[in-house]
């Protein structure tokens, strides 16, 4: 099973509001991504855990709050964002480990986040 | 400057005309390029990893090889499924935790 799980599928937020996206992967990875996606762009990594602590923080602005809970979870807390801020948002689980180099990542199939 | 480019941005092909899609890399210390395709408004799906100069995979209509500089992903008789956004990735850094930088992706169209 390669599946990593995203919920919800779409989320409209105020700007005011506050929410959160949920993630969830089953297949023992220990390292967990956030990726930010704009139309007709690149992913762009936002997050990574590794053994459930931060280790990568792509300068991302404070209004977005990663938090690990265990080793399957990964969540993303959203407050007081921009309109600009609206993509789809993907979570994506890897091993940490690889004798060869970095490991495959496996994607969700994201939340398609809009500010209004 | 660590760099990914796909070329071409956008292609276009009749079914079963087949064809090929380049990712050139400049990135020091590679740990791996990664092809993923990806449906419009879905996450990207995993195709192949690719770690040394040589190696090729396959699967389907599709095989992906490796040199120093570049990667190709060859499409073989391609069929209207196979229409999809391809990106390629480099795994990057001193981190085994895989972190990725991704070209812009090709977008394929296949006409029946």
């Known amino acids: 099973d390669t599946e990593v799980t995203q919920t919800p599928k779409h989320l409209v937020m105020g700007m005011t509001n506050k929410k959160s996206l949920k993630c969830e992967q089953h297949m023992g990875h220990r390292a967990m991504y956030w990726y930010k996606q704009k139309a007709k762009k690149p992913p762009e990594l936002m997050f990574v855990?590794?053994?459930?602590?931060?280790?990568i923080n792509e300068s991302v602005p404070s209004r977005f709050s990663p938090e690990c809970p265990n080793s399957s979870l990964l969540n993303l807390h959203l407050h007081a964002l921009q309109p600009e801020d609206s993509a789809l948002y993907l979570c994506?689980?890897?091993?940490?480990?690889?004798?060869?180099?970095?490991?495959?990542?496996?994607f969700g199939q994201g939340t398609r986040l809009t500010v209004v | 400057e660590d760099q990914v480019t796909q070329s071409p941005e956008a292609l276009r092909l009749q079914e079963g005309e087949s064809s090929s899609l380049n990712c050139s890399y400049t990135v020091s210390g590679l740990r791996g390029l990664f092809w993923y395709r990806q449906d419009p408004g879905k996450g990207p799906e995993f195709l192949f990893t690719?770690?040394?100069a040589g190696e090729e995979k396959e699967k389907e209509r599709l095989k992906a090889t490796l040199t120093k500089k570049e990667s190709f992903l060859h499409i073989t008789a391609p069929k209207p499924e196979d229409s999809a956004t391809y990106l390629c990735?480099?795994?990057?850094?001193?981190?085994?935790?895989?972190?990725?930088?991704f070209g812009q992706g090709t977008t394929l169209q296949v006409k029946p």
């Open positions: 855990y590794s053994y459930e602590k931060l280790s």
């Open positions: 994506a689980s890897s091993q940490v480990f690889s004798r060869k180099g970095s490991s495959e990542a496996f």
């Open positions: 690719l770690y040394s």
């Open positions: 990735a480099v795994g990057w850094g001193s981190s085994n935790t895989g972190k990725l930088i």
